[in-house]
């Protein structure tokens, strides 16, 4: 089957350590996207990439990083300068000349 | 800046009745228009989207959204709801290379 996905589904940290959202897409899509989505707030874009080995920032990046190595892959890096990390993270793909993302399940992250 | 704009938080209604989740948009360009569903703890799910030609959009589950450029509009709309459609729905602008920007949803609840 063809689609996104990401894991865990449930993830834990303690403040002040950094960690890594995994994406991955078996649907040969270009453009890969992350976003962050806090209840009341709707969606919110992190950064994005239209293509391998580049990315850009969207509209609330401080505080992460990624890397795009891979077309299929698009981990996503929570840093401890990320004030409030504790939210859910959807990752996105879209292939090329389409106007559609597709969505993977979700990480939810809790930092305490 | 582009913003969207989910004019109700929430939505109760009961079962069978008619429902209409109200959407606005700014913009002064072509966009393109989305609404996605989200059942809890899950990702996104394209319900329909307006790329460009008829005003009137069907999409899965029954579900159909009009645009009106006009009005900068593009409320969705169901005849008849059931307690399965009970979920959160974003309406969404596409807008320079494929990033969305999302209004902040809209909880359906539909109550026996």
């Known amino acids: 089957d063809g689609g996104i996905t990401q894991s865990p589904k449930y993830l834990f940290r303690k403040e002040g350590q950094n960690v890594t959202l995994s994406c991955e897409q078996n649907?040969?899509?270009?453009?890969m996207y992350w976003y962050r989505q806090d209840p009341g707030q709707g969606l919110r874009l992190i950064y994005y990439?239209?293509?391998?080995?580049?990315?850009q920032k969207g509209d609330i990046a401080e505080g992460y990083s990624v890397s795009r190595e891979k077309k299929e892959s698009f981990p996503l890096t929570v840093t401890s300068a990320q004030k409030n990390p504790t939210a859910f993270y959807l990752c996105?793909?879209?292939?090329?000349?389409?106007?559609?993302?597709?969505f993977g399940p979700g990480t939810r992250l809790t930092v305490t | 800046a582009q913003s969207v704009t989910q004019l109700d938080s929430q939505v109760p209604v009961f079962e069978e009745a008619p429902v209409e989740l109200r959407c606005n948009y700014s913009?002064?360009?072509?966009?393109?228009l989305f609404w996605y569903v989200q059942y809890p703890n899950q990702g996104l799910q394209l319900l329909l989207k307006?790329?460009?030609?008829?005003?009137l959009v069907k999409g899965i589950n029954g579900f159909e959204a009009e645009f009106n450029k006009s009005q900068t509009s593009f409320h969705l709309r169901k005849p008849s709801v059931h307690i399965s459609d009970t979920a959160e729905y974003f309406c969404a602008v596409s807008y320079q290379g494929g990033k969305l920007i999302f209004g902040q949803g809209t909880e359906l609840s539909v109550k026996p």
């Open positions: 913009s002064s360009v072509s966009v393109y």
């Open positions: 990439s239209q293509i391998v080995n580049d990315f």
């Open positions: 649907l040969n899509h270009d453009a």
């Open positions: 307006y790329l460009s030609g008829s005003t």
């Open positions: 996105a793909s879209m292939g090329t000349g389409s106007h559609e993302q597709y």
